[in-house]
Structures are given as structure tokens and as C-alpha cells.
């Protein structure tokens, strides 16, 4: 590709072009290794190969120890802000090595040792973290299951990872309600083939919790005792493939795809982004808007700040209406963030109640640096807003749960690269980033095509997927031999800037969420009432994208379609929850299909959108795109 700059970026990226190897060589060297890396790279393992074979390491020891140890023992490591709570502490990285490791021992005496997988389904409270690092401190590999998933998700995730243990607390705690867990927790488990040893309850004072005699163990009495008695848990030494977590995240399908995370490479490349991407400095803040259940929560509330020896913000609130538009400015500013990361629709929410960004006033923000927004398209109006309220640099970049970190930014702790609205800027060390057309051919500069990352993918990127090596290859490696298939579409233009415009599968991104609109038919096709359906993501101003399911009933259904409709609304909250913001039902009464029966999706999402669309040449019957418009018209769409 052409490099857009010949300084720092093109440089660097061209001294990783040149020896890959040597070039992670030389990152791995900010990891303190158990037994250090002497094979960089070995081709013949895995899928594309493995990273750092031979290496042994902890990556506890790296977010916490080490630290400690060199110095850094008083200063925040991490920060819990709860305007949904009131409620605001600090743990330096003493207090915190001291809550993990003891945490981590209460882990060992319920049995979970290294390899052994613990489900966390939890909050946006500092346990949070502490129990992810508690199991890496043993070796265990957690999995993180986001708050807003309902109990069949979370049973989905249960059968397929096969927890000894999992770890919860007895609510979250959203803007018009308490989340109460357990209830799910129990169903979820009832639900689930695969029984865990154990549940490790928090108990929150927002909600309690009845507790299951045999099973649940109380997370404050067990890790009261266990300090009383000055038990922690000393750093186990895994090898640098072994798992760190598993992050389900949506496929196609209703069935989550296991992304497995290695110890070593993840390491490196996060160290390396903290450098080089977000320019976030060992005893800075970085406050990093998402939630743990994300990869963007893993990534960058939890390990990267922490690998980094920075301070990390937890923030457990919203954009907006906790209580205003001003709560990212206060929190910026009260902590003295030098950087912010979220999600688009985030800013989208924030510029909606607050236009001339009034809040922004009487915070001082003079130390913040950058504005980082991922998840989803950057879209060039909330960018170019942004950096005029601002007046920092606001930096698209582009990945995915796969990638664990950036595929495509601006490395600002390099160089700022000029921005070009629309554009997450240039690939990063580690990707060699393609357009492909149909044929498997690159596609001129400017035209649309698949995005593709030749292989092998760089440290951290996924190795596999859990205990299915053959999905794994099926869904990324077949499609464009060679090469990684991102299931995204976009195209790469004369200076070598990446566009990312959208999915080429049936995932949808509704307020920086992945979810699957395959899963939510599923749903829809489980009622009774139902005889096909499809569900596309229709445009929304605030949060990208919307579901909007069509469906079609099946003859001699007596009950009014208004009350089905309310019925699919409550059973995709009910069997994939409330994250899946599904509110939109419509009765038609048939499917726009080609001849050979594939459902028109495209179609239907261009009517739905108000967008030009040409005429399917296969088309059935072209009047039923005429029923589709009238039935969107009806609520006002299309
Ligand atoms: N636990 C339980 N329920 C949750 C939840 C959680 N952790 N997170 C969200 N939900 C619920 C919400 O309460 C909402 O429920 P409702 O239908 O009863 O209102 C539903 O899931 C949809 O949530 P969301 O899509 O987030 O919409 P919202 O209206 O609550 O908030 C934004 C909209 C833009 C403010 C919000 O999406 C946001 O802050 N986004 C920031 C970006 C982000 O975190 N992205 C993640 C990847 S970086
Ligand atoms: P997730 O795995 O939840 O992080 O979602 C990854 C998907 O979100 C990507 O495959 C893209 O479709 C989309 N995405 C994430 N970041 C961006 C971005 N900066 N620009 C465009 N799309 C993005």
C-alpha cells in the first residue's frame, strides 16, 4: 500500500514489513517473561502459527507485581466512579495486588486451578477487575459475560465454556432500574447442560440475593476470612499460548463464537498500543467509557492501563442522564484523564441533549489529550462535532473482538496522521490490511470491497476459537485463502486509508453493541405464531443501527398481529435480553425472496432506510417490495 507519511508511522510500519519477527522481538521486550521468548514465531503450530512458543509468563505479575515492585505501590491503579451508585474509590496498585491476590486464593480453595474456566458475570465494579486478574494470577481462563445478555445467553456461554465456578454479584444497576443477577444466574444455570462447582456471590447493598445451599458461597465472607488468615495467592506460570480469557462474541448464528485470547502475545501488543496508539504514559489516567463485558472493557479498562502501570478509570454511569451531558467532561476532569475511549453513539447521545456542549463548562480539561471512539463507524458529523467542542484530536480507529486491539488508527504516540473524516486512518504494525473484490483480486483504490488482513495475524489477534478449530477456520480462514476474512466491507483509497462501512454478514452494531440478527430470528421463528421472518438493522440517529424484525404469520392465527408483535418484542428481550434493543415488530405478509428462495435482506434494509436501490434481477415477485415500503411506512419508516 502507499504510506500516507514518511516519518514515524511509515517508518515503523515499514520496519515491521521488513522483519515481523524482530519487530515483536523487540515490543516483547517491555513484558517481563517467566522464561523469555526464544522463537518469536512458530509457523507450523495452529492454525497460521503461534506466538512466542517457548515463553512463559504471568500476566497478573505484569498488571500488578511488577509495579508494586518497581515502585509504583501508592498510585491509583484503578478508580470506580458510580454516579448510579453515589459512590467513588480508589485502589492503588498495593490495595489492588493485595484484593487479587487474595481473591485469587479464594479461587484456589474452590478448586479452580490453571486451565480451569470461571464465568464472571458482573457489574462495572472494581470486583470486576479484581476477578479477572485473580484468575489470571492462577491461570485460569475467564470469560466475561456481559450484564445486559439474559439467562439463555448466559446458559449458551455456560454449556460451551464449561465453567468449575462462576462469579457474579447480586445486581447492576441501570438508569431506570436494578438488574437483579442471581435470578438470571439461577436460571441460566438450571438451563444449562454443564452444572459449575460453585457460584462466588458479591452482595451489593442495591439488591439482595437468596442463596443456593450447596452451590453459592459468599464472595465477602470467603475473602474476609481468607485475609483474616493472610492467604493470597502467589502468580502461577503459564505458557505464553496458554488462554488468558474466552469473549464470546456474536456470529452469524444464535450459537457465540468462543474468541480465545493468548497470555504473551496480548501482552505485547497492548504494551505496545499504550505506547504508540493511545500515547498513555505509566502514572496517567485513561478513562475508558465501555463496559467489562466488551472487548474494549477487557482491553482497555482492565489490561492494558494496568500492563501499562497507568491509572484506569471504571466508570459505572452513562453518556447522558447520569445525571446530565456533562458526566464524561466531570469524570475527565476529576480524574485528570489524559484520554477517553468509547463508542461513537456515546458522543451521538451527548450532542443530541447538549448541541452547544454547555456542560462542557467549568471543567477544566486542560490536561486531556485525546478523544479515541471505536465500535462502530465513526460517522464524519459526530467526529468533526467532537473535535470542535473538543478541540483534541478525535481518533477513529477500527477493530474487532477477534483482534483484541487496533487494526486500523492513527498512532498518535507515533505521529498524529492528518485525519480524514469516515476513515479509522491506516493499519498498524501487524496487519497488512487488503481490499479484495468477489474473485479474491485486489480492488482498484477507491472501490468497495472485502477487507482482509493477510496472514498470520499479529500477537493477540485470536489463535482459534474455543474448542472449535474448525469453526474458527470455516468463519475467518476459508473465504480469501491467505488471508483473514473481517466479515467487513469497505475500501482503501490512494493514500492508503482504510474505510470500514459495514458488515458483509448478518451482524449489526446498535449503540457500539455486536449482536446477530441470524440469533434474533432464531427468536422470532420460536413463536408459534410465526412461519418466516427476518430481522435487518435499520438505520438510528442515536444508536447506528436498530434490529426491525419482519414476520410473517402463519394461516389460521386467530390472535391480532399488534399482539404477536408485543410478544416478539418481550421474547428477544426474555431469550437474548434487553442489549439486543429489539423493539420493532412488523406483520407483512410476504418475504421479498429471489427465485431460488434467499430472503432479500439488502433490499429490505435500503427500502427500510430510505435508500435507492436497484431491482433484484432473481426477484420473485417485485410487488412484494411495494408491501415491505407500505408496511415500514405505516410506523413512520422508510
Ligand atoms: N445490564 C443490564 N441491562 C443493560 C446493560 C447492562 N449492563 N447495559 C444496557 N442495558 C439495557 C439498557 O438498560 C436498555 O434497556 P431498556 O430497553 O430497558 O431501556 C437496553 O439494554 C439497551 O441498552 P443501550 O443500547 O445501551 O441503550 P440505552 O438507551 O440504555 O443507552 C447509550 C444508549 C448510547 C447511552 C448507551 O448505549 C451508551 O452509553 N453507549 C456507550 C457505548 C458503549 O458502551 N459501547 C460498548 C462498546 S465500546
Ligand atoms: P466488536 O467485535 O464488538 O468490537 O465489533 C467489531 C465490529 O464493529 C467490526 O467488525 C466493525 O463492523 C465494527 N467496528 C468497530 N470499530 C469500527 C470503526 N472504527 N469503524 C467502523 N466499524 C467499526
Same mark, same amino acid.
Given at each position: 500500500m502507499n504510506a500516507p507519511h514518511a516519518s514515524g508511522y511509515a517508518e515503523t510500519y515499514a520496519r515491521w514489513q521488513a522483519d515481523p519477527e524482530g519487530?515483536?522481538?523487540?515490543?516483547?521486550?517491555?513484558?517481563?517473561?517467566? *522464561?523469555? $521468548?526464544?522463537?518469536?514465531?512458530?509457523?507450523?503450530?495452529?492454525?497460521?502459527?503461534?506466538?512466542?512458543?517457548? %515463553?512463559?509468563?504471568?500476566?497478573?505479575?505484569?498488571?500488578?507485581?511488577?509495579?508494586?515492585?518497581?515502585?509504583?505501590?501508592?498510585?491509583?491503579?484503578?478508580?470506580?466512579?458510580?454516579?448510579?451508585?453515589?459512590? *467513588?474509590?480508589?485502589?492503588?496498585?498495593?490495595?489492588? @495486588?493485595?484484593?487479587?491476590?487474595?481473591?485469587?486464593?479464594?479461587?484456589?480453595?474452590?478448586?479452580?486451578?490453571?486451565?480451569?474456566?470461571?464465568?464472571?458475570?458482573?457489574?462495572?465494579? $472494581?470486583?470486576?477487575?479484581?476477578?479477572?486478574?485473580?484468575?489470571?494470577?492462577?491461570?485460569?481462563?475467564?470469560?466475561?459475560?456481559?450484564?445486559?445478555?439474559?439467562?439463555?445467553?448466559?446458559?449458551?456461554?455456560?454449556?460451551? %465454556?464449561?465453567?468449575?465456578?462462576?462469579?457474579?454479584?447480586?445486581?447492576?444497576?441501570?438508569?431506570?432500574?436494578?438488574?437483579?443477577?442471581?435470578? @438470571?444466574?439461577?436460571?441460566?444455570?438450571?438451563?444449562?447442560?454443564?452444572?459449575?462447582?460453585?457460584?462466588?456471590? @458479591?452482595?451489593?447493598?442495591?439488591?439482595?440475593?437468596?442463596?443456593?445451599?450447596?452451590?453459592?458461597?459468599?464472595?465477602?465472607?470467603?475473602?474476609a476470612a481468607a485475609k483474616a488468615a493472610g492467604r493470597k495467592a502467589e502468580c502461577v506460570e503459564v505458557a505464553a499460548t496458554d488462554p488468558l480469557y474466552v469473549l464470546y462474541t456474536s456470529g452469524t448464528t444464535g450459537r457465540p463464537k468462543g474468541v480465545v485470547r493468548d497470555n504473551g502475545g496480548h501482552?505485547?501488543? @497492548?504494551?505496545?498500543?499504550?505506547?504508540?496508539?493511545?500515547?498513555?504514559? $505509566?502514572?496517567?489516567?485513561?478513562?475508558?467509557?465501555?463496559?467489562?463485558?466488551?472487548?474494549?472493557?477487557?482491553?482497555?479498562?482492565?489490561?492494558?492501563?494496568?500492563?501499562?502501570?497507568?491509572?484506569?478509570?471504571?466508570?459505572?454511569?452513562?453518556?447522558?442522564?447520569?445525571?446530565?451531558?456533562g458526566a464524561f467532561w466531570r469524570v475527565i476532569a476529576e480524574h485528570k484523564a489524559v484520554a477517553l475511549f468509547t463508542a461513537p453513539t456515546a458522543f451521538r447521545a451527548i450532542r443530541k441533549e447538549d448541541p452547544q456542549a454547555k456542560h462542557l463548562a467549568g471543567h477544566d480539561l486542560s490536561h486531556f489529550r485525546a478523544l479515541f471512539l471505536a465500535g462502530e463507524r465513526a460517522d464524519p458529523d459526530t467526529l468533526k462535532w467532537a473535535e470542535e467542542v473538543l478541540k483534541v484530536p478525535v481518533i477513529d480507529h477500527w477493530w474487532q473482538t477477534e483482534t483484541g486491539s487496533c487494526i486500523v488508527g492513527n498512532p498518535i504516540g507515533l505521529e498524529l496522521l492528518p485525519v480524514k473524516p469516515g476513515s479509522p486512518t491506516v493499519p498498524l504494525p501487524g496487519y497488512d490490511v487488503q481490499c479484495l473484490d468477489e474473485g479474491g483480486r485486489p480492488a482498484p483504490a477507491g472501490t468497495m470491497g472485502a477487507i482482509v488482513v493477510k496472514l498470520p495475524l499479529p500477537p493477540c489477534a485470536l489463535p482459534t476459537l474455543w474448542q472449535d478449530e474448525a469453526r474458527f477456520r470455516e468463519s475467518y480462514l476459508t473465504a480469501f485463502p491467505g488471508y483473514y476474512n473481517t466479515s467487513d466491507a469497505g475500501f482503501i483509497d490512494a493514500d492508503g486509508y482504510v474505510f470500514i462501512m459495514g458488515r458483509t454478514d448478518d451482524i449489526i452494531n446498535v449503540a457500539g453493541h455486536r449482536l446477530s440478527t441470524g440469533g434474533m430470528e432464531e427468536v422470532l421463528a420460536s413463536h408459534p405464531a410465526v412461519a418466516e421472518c427476518a430481522v435487518v438493522g435499520i438505520k438510528d440517529a442515536l444508536k447506528g443501527e436498530q434490529p426491525c424484525g419482519f414476520v410473517v404469520l402463519k394461516s389460521g392465527v386467530t390472535q391480532s398481529p399488534a399482539e404477536i408483535e408485543r410478544e416478539l418484542v418481550a421474547l428477544v428481550r426474555d431469550r437474548i435480553g434487553p442489549v439486543a434493543a429489539f423493539k420493532l415488530a412488523l406483520t407483512v405478509n410476504r418475504l421479498p425472496k429471489t427465485r431460488s428462495g434467499k430472503i432479500l435482506r439488502a433490499t429490505m434494509k435500503k427500502i427500510a432506510d430510505g435508500e435507492d436501490y436497484a431491482m433484484p434481477a432473481t426477484i420473485e415477485d417485485p410487488a412484494v417490495l411495494g408491501e415491505i415500503g407500505l408496511a415500514l411506512k405505516g410506523r413512520g419508516l422508510g
Open positions: 519487530f515483536w522481538a523487540q515490543a516483547a521486550q517491555a513484558v517481563e517473561w517467566i *522464561k523469555p $521468548p526464544k522463537a518469536i514465531f512458530d509457523a507450523t503450530q495452529g492454525a497460521y502459527g503461534r506466538w512466542f512458543p517457548d %515463553a512463559s509468563c504471568n500476566t497478573c505479575f505484569n498488571a500488578l507485581d511488577r509495579h508494586v515492585r518497581d515502585g509504583r505501590g501508592a498510585q491509583p491503579a484503578l478508580i470506580h466512579d458510580s454516579p448510579l451508585t453515589g459512590t *467513588k474509590a480508589a485502589f492503588s496498585y498495593a490495595e489492588m @495486588l493485595d484484593e487479587v491476590a487474595t481473591l485469587a486464593a479464594v479461587l484456589q480453595d474452590l478448586g479452580v486451578g490453571r486451565g480451569d474456566r470461571v464465568i464472571l458475570y458482573m457489574p462495572m465494579i $472494581p470486583e470486576a477487575a479484581f476477578a479477572m486478574l485473580a484468575c489470571a494470577r492462577i491461570g485460569a481462563v475467564h470469560s466475561v459475560v456481559f450484564g445486559g445478555f439474559a439467562a439463555k445467553e448466559l446458559a449458551t456461554r455456560i454449556d460451551d %465454556a464449561t465453567p468449575k465456578l462462576i462469579l457474579t454479584a447480586t445486581c447492576g444497576i441501570e438508569p431506570s432500574r436494578v438488574v437483579e443477577y442471581k435470578p @438470571l444466574l439461577d436460571a441460566a444455570i438450571d438451563l444449562a447442560q454443564h452444572k459449575p462447582q460453585h457460584c462466588l456471590v @458479591l452482595q451489593r447493598p442495591q439488591a439482595d440475593a437468596s442463596m443456593h445451599v450447596t452451590r453459592d458461597r459468599n464472595w465477602r465472607t470467603l475473602t501482552m505485547v501488543a @497492548l504494551k505496545w498500543t499504550m505506547d504508540n496508539l493511545y500515547d498513555v504514559k $505509566p502514572g496517567e489516567v485513561m478513562f475508558t467509557a465501555s463496559d467489562v463485558g466488551w472487548v474494549v472493557g477487557h482491553s482497555y479498562i482492565v489490561y492494558g492501563p494496568l500492563l501499562q502501570g497507568a491509572t484506569t478509570v471504571l466508570y459505572e454511569g452513562k453518556p447522558v442522564g447520569t445525571p446530565d451531558p
